[in-house]
C-alpha cells in the first residue's frame, strides 16, 4: 500500500485507499476481534472521558443512521448486546459525584455530552428519566448536550418544571441524510429548549438545512463521518455544501471526524484510525466559529456565576490538531500527551 499523500494544508488526496471491511457479526471471531482492537484503538477503560454522562447504556435501531451503529459494535467487541438496555450503577449519579477534597468532579462551566451510549429520551428509559432530569436540575452550573433521534417523545418527557427550558441544557437532534433533517428540525423548532444544535453523523448523504438557519433557532452544526464495521462512505462535497450554509448564518460548524470511508476529489480513503480521521479534518479547514453561544448558568441558590469562576477548557499535545476541539470541553488529563 502507498504511504498517504498529503496535499494543502497536509490534508489527504491522490491515493485511493481500499474500502472498509464489511464484516458480518457471524465473522467476528476473536481473531477479528484483535484485528479491531488493535486498528481502531478500542479503549475498554474509558475513565478519562470526563465530559460524557451516561446514565443508562443500550438503545433500539430507529433510523438509518442507527444502521452500523458504534456502540453495538463495540459492545459486540466486548461480548455484550448493545440492545440490552440498563441503567449504569456508577455511572448514573456521575454530575453529583466528588472528589476527596469535597469539590464536584464535574466543574462549573463543564459541557458534558449525556447518553453517549444510547438516547436520552428512548422509552425504555422512562423510569430513570425523572431521576436524571433531577440530577440537571441540581447541577445548574453544568452545561448538558442533549442529542436525540427521538424528537417526537420529548415533550411527553420533560420535568413538569420545564416551563421555556432550563438555560443549562443544549438540546440536539441527529440529522443524517436529508429525510431526516426534514422530519426532526421543525420537531426541534418546536420544542421549549433555549438553546439548540443539529448533528449530521454519522454524515450518510447530503444535507441542506439553509432554510432552517434562517429562523435563527440552531446554534450549532456538527458532522462527522461513519466509523467501525461496515461505515458507510463520508463525501467531503457534503461538509463543503453544509459548511457554507452555515458561515453564510454565522452559526459555528464543526467537521469533527472523516469517518473510516471518506471520499474526496472522486477518490475513496480507507481511515480506519480515529485519530487520524479527527486530524484529517482538523486539516481541512473546514471548521467556523459563529455567533458566541451564552449559557447563563447559576448556582445552588440561582445567583449567576461569575464568568471568571466557570471552567476555562485547557489543551495539550495531542488536541493541537483535533478535528473537535473547537467545541470540546477541553484535555481530561488522560495522561497519553506524557
Known amino acids: 500500500m502507498q504511504p498517504h499523500r498529503k496535499g494543502q494544508n497536509g490534508f489527504l488526496f491522490g491515493v485511493v485507499i481500499p474500502v472498509a471491511l464489511n464484516l458480518g457479526s457471524t465473522t467476528l471471531v476473536s481473531g477479528l476481534r484483535s484485528y479491531y482492537n488493535n486498528r481502531y484503538r478500542i479503549e475498554r477503560r474509558v475513565s478519562f472521558l470526563h465530559d460524557i454522562w451516561n446514565p443508562w447504556h443500550g438503545c433500539v435501531k430507529c433510523s ?46 463543564e459541557q458534558i455530552r449525556v447518553c453517549m451510549t444510547s438516547d436520552f429520551f428512548l422509552e425504555e428509559a422512562d423510569p430513570w428519566r425523572a431521576e436524571a432530569w433531577d440530577i440537571m436540575r441540581q447541577r445548574s452550573d453544568v452545561v448538558f448536550f442533549l442529542l436525540t433521534k427521538r424528537p417526537q417523545r420529548v415533550r411527553a418527557c420533560l420535568p413538569p418544571d420545564w416551563g421555556n427550558g432550563w438555560d ?17 428540525i421543525p420537531l426541534l423548532f418546536d420544542l421549549p ?60 460548524f464543526c467537521f469533527i471526524e472523516t469517518g473510516t470511508v471518506f471520499i474526496k476529489d472522486g477518490k475513496r480513503y480507507h481511515l480506519p484510525n480515529k485519530q487520524l480521521q479527527s486530524r484529517m479534518a482538523y486539516k481541512s479547514g473546514m471548521n467556523f ?21 466557570l471552567y476555562v477548557p485547557h489543551f495539550r499535545a495531542n488536541c493541537e490538531t483535533c478535528g473537535s476541539r473547537l467545541i470540546c470541553n477541553g484535555c481530561s488529563n488522560c495522561g497519553k500527551c506524557l
Not at 220 to 242: H, M, T
Request: glycine share 10%; net charge neutral.
Open 289 to 309: 466559529q459563529g455567533k458566541s453561544i451564552r449559557f447563563d448558568l447559576v448556582d445552588d441558590w440561582g445567583y449567576p456565576i461569575p464568568q471568571e469562576n
Open 168 to 184: 443549562n441544557i443544549f438540546f440536539n437532534v441527529t440529522c443524517e441524510n436529508q429525510r431526516r433533517a426534514d422530519e426532526r
Open 193 to 252: 429548549f433555549k438553546h439548540k444544535g443539529i448533528m449530521c453523523a454519522p454524515f450518510i448523504g447530503p444535507v441542506s438545512i439553509r432554510q432552517y438557519l434562517a429562523a435563527g433557532q440552531i446554534e450549532q452544526v456538527i458532522c462527522g463521518g461513519e466509523n467501525y464495521d461496515g461505515a458507510r462512505p463520508c463525501n467531503f462535497d457534503w461538509v463543503k455544501s453544509l459548511r457554507q450554509e452555515c458561515v453564510d448564518a454565522n452559526v459555528t
Open 64 to 109: 438509518e443512521g442507527c444502521q452500523n451503529c458504534y456502540m453495538y459494535f463495540l459492545d459486540r467487541m466486548r461480548d455484550q448486546n448493545g440492545a440490552e438496555i440498563y441503567k449504569t450503577k456508577n455511572g448514573f449519579s456521575y454530575p453529583l459525584q466528588k472528589d476527596r477534597t469535597g469539590h464536584y468532579k464535574i466543574q462549573s462551566g
